[in-house]
């Protein structure tokens, strides 16, 4: 009801401009992100401020942000992945973060969505890889990921893409939900009880540095289990969209070496009857001047998210771009 009386507020506000201002169509536009304490989060909101440019805003040949005119984004805290590309492809809102894995799955209606086929879905840009984090308690250690057994381990909020990875990532070490005290929690609360002593080990793939593990590095201070070249090598056999990578040390001040791990593309979907033009110019906004400086400016990820990377490892998702989205990336001579 908050909300409703604040939108409302906002298009009655609207109907008293005056000139062309007041012809000006007002478009919502909501993007689903994750949770407070992950990174789609903040990313989310930048790139919902960056493609914003609400009635009566500066036109950016005059000084004002280079987004849509008329557009109003919102970002909107979610469960991630696998709740934005449900509610997509529902119509339930306009566009959202999903890692890549979460993505072809759901898409071609394969592993936990077979049956469930989201057809409707269709890419934006590629944003930033999301790394694999495997979280312990200060000054504990864990032998190997087989080792998790017996042990109290959060594996990321249900129907989350992390949750769908970590499951088949697990399951190649005989770990699964029938031998761990498994908790289905965001990050968070994942933090917050392995501060307490509630959790023995938590997963979360995000953008470094996540600002859950942040303020947990620097309270309670932990640790990152770094994977073995064998682990990191079956995980992206299981879950191919996982490929290499490392957090290097220093990323979290507590965590003075480099982690070997796994990490999967961020990417902004939206869906294919969203329209064309529209589309089009929200991708252009995104790469606009005043963009590039919210992104650099915004968040430690914000600054690998560039059109020189907005199409990698695109066509191997299996999932199109969408229609908007190819035509400025034609104009811009980033496809043939």
């Known amino acids: 009801m908050k909300l409703l009386r604040q939108l409302t507020g906002v298009a009655m506000a609207c109907t008293l401009l005056s000139g062309s201002v007041a012809a000006q169509e007002m478009t919502f536009f909501r993007i689903g ?73 759901a898409y071609n209606g394969v592993g936990k969505y077979e049956g469930n086929a989201k057809p409707d879905l269709r890419i934006i840009a590629n944003l930033y890889p999301e790394d694999l984090h495997l979280v312990l308690p200060k000054g504990k ?104 990578s490392f957090i290097p040390k220093g990323t979290y001040a507590g965590v003075n070496y480099d982690v070997n791990t796994v990490a999967v593309s961020g990417i902004f979907v939206t869906n294919a009857n969203q329209d064309e033009e529209l589309i089009y110019q929200i991708t252009k906004a995104m790469w606009s001047k005043t963009s590039r400086k919210l992104l650099d400016n915004g968040h430690a990820k914000g600054k690998v998210i560039t059109i020189e990377t907005a199409l990698d490892g695109v066509a191997g998702i299996g999932v199109p771009l969408h229609a908007g989205a190819e035509r400025f990336y034609r104009e811009m001579g980033l496809l043939d």
């Not at 970002?75 to 072809?104: D, F, R």
């Open 141 to 244: 250690t864990l032998s190997g990921l087989s080792a998790l057994k017996g042990k109290r381990v959060g594996i990321a909020q249900a129907g989350s893409g992390t949750q769908i990875a970590v499951e088949l990532i697990i399951a190649d070490h005989d770990v699964n939900r029938g031998n761990i005290d498994e908790a289905e929690l965001g990050n968070n609360q994942s933090a917050e009880r392995l501060a307490d002593g509630q959790l023995d080990a938590y997963f979360y793939a995000a953008g470094t540095p996540v600002a859950a593990m942040i303020q947990l590095d620097n309270t309670k201070g932990m640790e990152l289990y770094s994977f073995t070249d064998a682990e990191v090598k079956q995980a992206n056999k299981s879950v191919p969209y996982y490929i290499p």
């Open 33 to 105: 992100t994750g949770g407070a304490g992950g990174t789609y989060f903040p990313i989310g909101g930048i790139i919902a401020n960056a493609i914003s440019n609400p009635p009566g805003s500066r036109a950016c040949d005059k000084g004002g942000n280079c987004g849509v005119p008329g557009l109003v984004a919102m970002a909107q805290s979610t469960n991630a992945s696998a709740h934005n590309v449900n509610a997509i492809q529902a119509g339930q809102m306009e566009a959202g973060l999903s890692g890549a894995a979460t993505l072809h799955y």
